[in-house]
């Protein structure tokens, strides 16, 4: 297995810079892990693939107003990204400047807000958010939304809703789990009707997510970290789903990623903690039967996590129907749904 495995062109016209009108709007490209069998559908069809007695279980991560601007102490430009909040006055974060800042630096943030280094973590920054309010509501008063790379246009208020989960309560993600943007309350209303039970877990989203690998053999990545946690009702229902012979399905890769996380002694727990998991073709995953999730970008640790799946040639024909579809892609894209393969 190699990097390059997982690589694929994607014409730049296919990346989608805004969300469909409206959030079930979407196209929903399915996909038989076992067979590679594809069917067209739309997200708003998403029921009629599901049975009563299912489970949904969705990341309830709400994404913070992460992207502050300003100026060191010395006067130079500074970009910080808040990637974890670590209390009401401390976070550690990727700080781009022409030179970084040292240890006891002061930087100005947004004309309002004042921080100090602390010290460096390898390629994060330790910053103490000085003066009264806590962290997060400096955040969401004077940050930006830390939109994903490949879209070009700064964060509008439009984004401020779109680029968030209708069931968003815990704040800390960097990026949205994206799968989830295509559920709007009708949605969640119309599963509940049918006899599909909802669960939630929490993974903040770390800015991670969006890197390539950048080593040809995938085993020399070194993973990042994101904190998760998995409440004991969640565990309850999954168990509760298994004994009626429902299917788990997990609405996301980082829904997937806490589950599995949790479940690595073999059983699932309850708890919470750091997760590195690196899931690549060849893992038994323990908890998931199906995927809703959107199209990756090439290259990277979630490319690879859906290949393990579904199979990594189903995958790669999957990615190459779609692209000859025109599906949209990445953050504000169309879906998939993903029966695992056995």
């Not at 400047?97 to 002061?106: F, L, Q, T």
């Not at 565990?235 to 009626?244: Q, S």
């Not at 299917?247 to 890769?253: E, F």
């Not at 899931?279 to 393990?308: C, D, K, Q, W």
Request: hydrophobic residues 40%; glycine residues 8%.
């Amino acid at each position: 297995m190699r990097t390059s495995d997982f690589d694929f062109d994607l014409p730049e016209a296919l990346i989608a810079q805004f969300p469909a009108a409206q959030r079930t709007a979407s196209r929903l490209l399915c996909l038989d892990g076992n067979s590679g069998g594809l069917e067209d559908a739309t997200f708003s069809s998403l029921p009629e693939h599901l049975n009563p007695g299912d489970l949904l279980v969705f990341n309830d991560t709400r994404v913070i107003k992460a992207r502050l601007l300003g100026r060191k102490d010395s006067g130079g430009k500074v970009e910080v990204l808040v990637e974890r909040v670590l209390d009401d006055h401390r976070a550690l974060a990727h700080v781009r400047a022409s030179k970084s800042p040292k240890s006891g630096h002061r930087l100005r943030l947004a004309d309002a807000i004042d921080a100090e280094v602390i010290g460096r973590h390898e390629d994060l920054f330790e910053l103490h958010f000085l003066g009264e309010p806590s962290l997060f509501e400096l955040l969401e008063r004077h940050g930006s939304l830390p939109l994903p790379p490949y879209i070009s246009h700064s964060p509008n208020q439009d984004d401020d809703e779109r680029y968030q989960t209708v069931y968003a309560r815990n704040p800390g993600a960097v990026a949205a789990p994206t799968a989830g943007l295509h559920f709007d309350q009708a949605m969640m209303q119309r599963l509940a009707d049918m006899g599909i039970d909802t669960a939630f877990v929490t993974l903040h989203v770390g800015a991670g997510t969006f890197q390539p690998v950048r080593v040809e053999d995938p085993s020399e990545h070194v993973m990042h970290c994101e904190w998760y946690e998995i409440p004991q009702t969640t565990v309850d229902k999954i168990l509760a789903t298994r004994a009626r012979g429902g299917k788990i399905t997990a609405i996301g890769t980082t829904a997937l990623r806490a589950l599995e996380s949790a479940a690595r002694s073999g059983d699932l727990v309850a708890g919470s903690g750091d997760t590195d998991i690196f899931i690549t073709p060849g893992y038994r995953f323990r908890v998931v039967e199906r995927l809703l999730t959107n199209f990756h970008l090439p290259r990277t640790t979630l490319i690879m996590l859906v290949s393990a799946f579904a199979g990594t040639e189903h995958i790669r024909q999957a990615y190459r129907y779609a692209i000859e579809q025109k599906y949209r892609f990445f953050s504000y894209g169309d879906a998939m749904l993903i029966e695992r393969q056995d």
